[in-house]
């Protein structure tokens, strides 16, 4: 029972060392959806190797940082479509994807509907 509640306790640790750096991180890419950041980018930012990274961010915000970021880009440009009058090809690019086929693409997995159904 002891060791159980010390691997709970080390578990509870671990995941607020890590919530205030991983908070900053997902600031980042909220603030910044035009930029594509890698693994590795991101990884170094808060000083974990990419692998361990991308364990305690799933871990984290229960999607992978490009998954994060992919839902970020879609629900901003879902933003920009409804309010907006821009065109598909212009959200794509202030969301950093020059591939309008793509975006589309992206946006109907993430959003549920596509791009061209958004008013």
Do not use: W
């Amino acid at each position: 029972i002891m060791y159980q509640l010390f691997c709970e306790m080390t578990r509870d640790m671990e995941h607020s060392k890590y919530s205030k750096l991983l908070s900053n991180v997902l600031s980042v890419i909220g603030n910044n959806v035009h930029e594509n950041y890698s693994v590795q980018a991101l990884s170094e930012m808060v000083g974990l190797s990419p692998s361990y990274f991308r364990t305690i961010f799933k871990q984290y915000t229960g999607f992978s940082p490009i998954q994060y970021q992919n839902y970020i880009k879609m629900h901003h440009a879902y933003d920009l479509l409804s309010c907006e009058h821009y065109t598909i090809s212009e959200v794509a690019d202030q969301v950093g994807i020059n591939d309008e086929f793509y975006f589309s693409r992206l946006f109907k997995q993430v959003i549920g509907t596509p791009p061209s159904q958004v008013t």
